[in-house]
């Protein structure tokens, strides 16, 4: 086997992919080596920041106090801009908290630094006081965004809106993943009617009263709503309204948030998810069942319908409407009712589904529309967590 | 894919740079994105596809990897995943950078991937003198040009001695 320098002979775009899979800093450190590597770097397309990976490194920064590693790091991130050449940047990662001056700076610089370079997937995490975080104007209406996933954590609360913060109006965005967010002021609305271009909306613990969505784009749209928020927040009714014609898949969680639901029609709709219950808003308990049941009923294009056991307590609760109901779906091919996992190892005994109680009258309710003869699964929970 | 499908049965040959063949089932050379795009576009026409920058040492480790990757159905992503620490475990080095430019010149992705980021965790958090070991990088810098690209990128090596 030869030997000599064969990872310095490598041409730069597999450089770049393999200093993207170790680190910025390895990365910037590795102008060091040789004349070959001193602006290897600076074109990097991919750009991870992220303050946690930063110290985590070396054993003696660990224990450095909060202030010197975030002067650090922005001083790092600094550095990385003003060295970059001007070549377009791919993705830009940003993890950072927005709780002192120098980081919220910093957050903004890399941001209209990423708009100036074309950026086309942009994942930003503010770790601390995303209520202080404000979206800088560059990136409002950036032309070049595909992909945003934003996390915003420390807002806490729908009833004490801290911050307004206006829609984004990007032309080409195809996927948002929205996390951790508590949408007082109808950004997530707005934000999604000036994004024309959107094809897949993904709300992961988000807290909201009212979301409209009118996307003429949209296959994919996942709520989750959060579960764990301040006192007070937790049990209230969400008025959800949506328009989009070509949706595929439609997946709702909430645990204890009754969403009203309407919708013009799903004809493409194939893959349904919904998880809800035990409870609905104080106030309106006696009708959650028959929320639910007008949502399905919204719902009836759906070919793959999943339904955790809390749904179908919710919707056994109110036998009387179930038989005064017609069945919702008039296509299924599978309804698949899932289980709770701590229970699994009952109903799986030697492997057998031995012990489930199904609430037959809702089976009935769920499954009599098809005339074609579909599939039912029992499965254990499994925990569903959006990709990207 | 469908028509990958249809024409599971035939195959089709490669040849190494230092001259040896090697019968592929067609499946399998569809995990190369550069086999797929000249098949697709039938410049396959002649009976063998020399492929004169890989020797036959490599070419049979890419082979295995693609017939791995195309056998297994999707649902054993944990079994690939196995397959795939498994199979760049204990290369020597020479080796590791024959498969990573195969990779990128037949465009394997997942293997490419994998390839980059075995290099990249050998980098990562080793002094430069030994970085410059493992791979016989010479540094061609004199000492003072070397403390001038330390300087004009201190900010990368602040707490680094």
Known sequence: ???????????????????????VQTAVQTSVLAKRWRYVWTSLPNLELDHKDFFTRREEDRGLPLDTKLRRFTHFVDGVLSRRDNSDLCALTLVCPCDKVDPSIIIEKCLCYAVRHNVQRLYLWVTKGGERFEFPSCLINCVSLQVLKLKCSGITSLDNPLHYWPPL???????????????????IAGTVEHCPSLETLILDGIGTYNLNITAPKLRRLDIFYETHGLRGSLHYESVVAISAP????????????????????????????????????????????????????????????TLSSKTLQVLAKDPGLLKSHPSPFHQL????????????????????????????????YLTQGSLSGGTLVVTPEVAISPWL | MASSIENNNEKLTLKSSDGEEF?????????????????????????????????????????????????????????????????????????????????NFMEIKGLLDIAAQ??????????????????HVENDYTPEEEAAVREENRWAFEGFP
């Open chain 1, 1 to 23: 086997m030869e030997v000599g320098d064969r990872i310095s002979a490598l041409p730069d775009a597999i450089l770049h992919q393999i200093l993207s899979d170790a680190d």
């Open chain 1, 246 to 305: 070509r949706l595929t898949s439609f997946k709702l969680r909430g645990n204890y948030v009754s969403p009203v639901f309407s919708t013009v029609s799903l004809p493409c709709l194939a893959i349904v998810y919904i998880d809800l219950g035990p409870k609905g808003a104080p106030g309106n308990e006696d009708r959650f069942p028959l929320d639910v049941m007008n949502m399905l009923g919204r719902l009836g294009e759906a070919k793959y319908v």
């Open chain 2, 23 to 103: 019968l592929v089932e067609k499946h399998v050379a569809l995990q190369s994105t550069l086999l797929q795009n000249m098949l697709d576009s039938d410049c396959s026409s002649a009976d063998v596809i020399p492929l004169p920058k890989i020797d036959a040492r490599t070419l049979a480790l890419v082979l295995g990897y693609c017939k791995k990757h195309a056998d297994a159905s999707s649902s054993k992503q944990g079994e690939l995943n196995s397959f795939d620490s498994e199979f760049l475990k204990d290369m020597d080095m020479g080796a590791l950078f024959n498969l990573v430019l195969a990779a």
């Open chain 1, 169 to 187: 109006r990007l032309p080409m965005l195809k996927i948002l993943h929205i996390q951790k967010f508590w949408d007082s002021a109808n950004f």
């Open chain 1, 333 to 364: 091919k599978q309804l698949k009712l899932t289980q709770p996992m701590e229970c699994s190892c009952d109903y799986f005994y030697d492997g057998q589904c031995s012990s489930v109680t199904l609430p037959l009258d809702v089976i009935s």
């Open chain 2, 118 to 135: 075995k290099i990249a965790d050998t980098i990562k958090d080793k002094p430069h003198q030994e970085v410059r070991e493992i791979f």
